[in-house]
């Protein structure tokens, strides 16, 4: 810092100024406190279309710091949650031209989700999705939310893993069997006719995918999508505590789905770049474009992990949706934004797989 | 929204649960209420560099919505700030290795930064800069200092635009001033080896200039970068909320800033897409990277001019840099996160300008 930052906009950061007056009186310099923000009250935005405004509108649900106190009440909850997502499953495969198969690769449980009609550039072409959920929801087909919307925007034939979740099964479960099946679908078809996707944990376990697969050696995907990606588990990141309480979704780390994380982690350390993927080598990844909000608790992490690939020389893309909070371009197929993030990311995996 | 958005991440959003049981009843709810976001503190983050902790551990400046009152009262404080601004050029040049010459091009004012060397690929190439300062501050010299960072982290030849301003010059005289200088520009080096950037207002000027470029049917520019534009004088835009006094350098859309860009636009119609250019009709723009960050207030206008880039089919980057609020990757040169943005934006012209 040399000064000019003072009289950049004008704005007369005079206590600025004294900070950065010399390098002396820099490292001298007492740790800067931190920045008191007073209490807002945040309009629904007119920038974002009517779907979305009702997304963002709905008030904090009054559940989102009660964290189960047992593995029976874990699952529970996610199998009381699971049972509401899968009534909304049939209406939105009809919507979105698409049917769901439940089978197994190698072992591993998936659900395999395939458009009425594939294009013809995308028929030697598969996705492998990887489903959200704080590493402990969306069970079974709960988890193919998603991959539907994928499946039926961009018309690609999609995997989805049903990963092994707690209270049965803890790291590195989820990732043993999204291995699996990443190996089982490398025998039927070329790396480079694939793409990995996921958000929220899903997108935090398609960058572990890539991390674990680098270390054994195996062939990568030819490109990823990695959505709002719980990156960092350490709650490490600016938006966890810029976003607080602005997300309505997460609303804060200090909320359930970190507890779920940590309920997986199993008291692994957390800064293992297979639970927190941006601690990670990325040298070498493959094409990504990743996916957030604005209002996102997740920003941090999406913008870091951008960062990183980026400096890694990793062809990396980043989108950045107005106003929504974490995954909210994942709950209403029939909010433009929703349609456009998934066009994106089509585009993006048109670009970098082969036929 | 179908009603699976209550259990994606199993968090209980009741309420939203309600609102969406079925189309009858969306139709019927009442506008979604404001968001109520309780007081907070923001500890500087730990995922930046200690410069950008600097930055952003600097108390909010207690001038920042004291708005003068009169053209006298705004030439003197732009003066005074120009005047503080300029005492840190001489030793920002000899850092970057570059030297700097006004000049005027067919009667526009210009500040030329030269790199001492230049590497061959950007020997045929010219770099057009638009300066911010909420189009009444940083007059002459002290405008340059972006385009000196562009010149020295990318090395390319940069021509600085010292456009009017009020008190004496009002909407469009910033404009057509840029304008006469692209047109300038356009006798002596091929449109395909130009590039046109800036931040904040010069983010907004940079964009407005290729509205009227095309307007005019002039050559577009090969690519263009704009910095945490000011796309949108209207006070539109999530982070106008979210961020305000959570950035330190703008603060508010109610500050000095928009006072200063509402004081330039002279009674003209904001939403004129010369003035707020996110109105504007982005149709064969060229090839455009966007800089931002987590705490800008103007986070909203960046991203939505990246979607409304994508939605036109243009080529568009987007970076959003952890933690920084307006503005914060031009404030010092021996940031790592400095170097990266412009190393960024160098990269992305080096890809689409010809040689």
């Given at each position: 810092m040399k000064g000019f930052s003072t009289t950049?906009?004008?704005?007369?950061l005079s206590a600025l100024a004294m900070l950065t007056l010399s390098h002396a009186a820099r490292a001298q310099a007492p740790a800067p406190a931190p920045l008191q923000v007073p209490a807002r009250s945040l309009p629904v935005p007119t920038t974002v279309s009517p779907q979305m405004q009702k997304i963002m509108g709905?008030?904090?649900?009054?559940?989102?710091?009660?964290?189960?106190?047992s593995g029976a009440e874990w699952k529970a909850s996610a199998d009381a949650g699971a049972a509401r997502a899968i009534q909304n499953l049939p209406a939105l495969r009809e919507r979105l031209h698409v049917r769901a198969e439940a089978s197994t690769m190698d072992g591993g449980k998936v659900h395999i989700i395939t458009p009425d009609n594939i294009p013809p550039e995308n028929r030697a072409r598969v996705l492998i999705h990887i489903h959200g959920g704080?590493?402990?929801?969306?069970p079974g087909e709960a988890g193919t939310t998603e991959a539907i919307f994928m499946a039926g925007f961009g018309r690609f034939k999609v995997i989805s893993v049903d990963y092994r979740m707690p209270p049965e099964s803890f790291f590195p479960a989820a990732l043993d069997d999204v291995l699996t099946v990443w190996k089982a679908a490398l025998k039927n078809t070329s790396p480079k006719n694939m793409a990995i996707l996921g958000s929220s944990a899903g997108g935090a376990l398609t960058l572990a995918l890539v991390h674990r697969a680098k270390q054994l050696g195996l062939p990568l995907p030819a490109a990823i999508a990695s959505g709002?990606?719980?990156?960092?588990?350490?709650?490490?990141?600016?938006s966890f505590h810029t976003n607080a309480m602005v997300?309505?979704?997460?609303?804060?780390?200090?909320?359930?789905c970190d507890a779920a994380a940590g309920y997986y982690a199993n008291?692994?350390?957390?800064?293992d770049p297979l639970l927190s993927?941006?601690?990670?080598?990325?040298?070498?990844?493959p094409p990504t474009i990743l996916t957030t909000g604005t209002?996102?608790?997740l920003l941090s992490n999406t913008v870091r992990v951008h960062r990183k690939l980026r400096e890694a020389g990793v062809e990396a893309a980043l989108q950045v949706f107005e106003g929504?909070?974490?995954?909210?371009?994942?709950?209403?197929?029939?909010a433009p934004e929703s349609k456009a993030a998934f066009a994106e990311i089509s585009e993006f995996f048109n670009r970098h797989l082969g036929k």
């Open positions: 950049m906009f004008g704005l007369g709905a008030p904090i649900g009054p559940n989102w710091n009660v964290v189960p106190k704080c590493y402990v929801l969306n709002t990606p719980m990156a960092d588990l350490t709650k490490t990141g600016d997300d309505n979704i997460l609303v804060s780390s200090e909320g359930r008291g692994h350390d957390l800064r993927p941006v601690y990670g080598d990325m040298h070498g990844f209002r996102d608790l929504q909070a974490h995954g909210a371009y994942m709950r209403d197929d029939t």
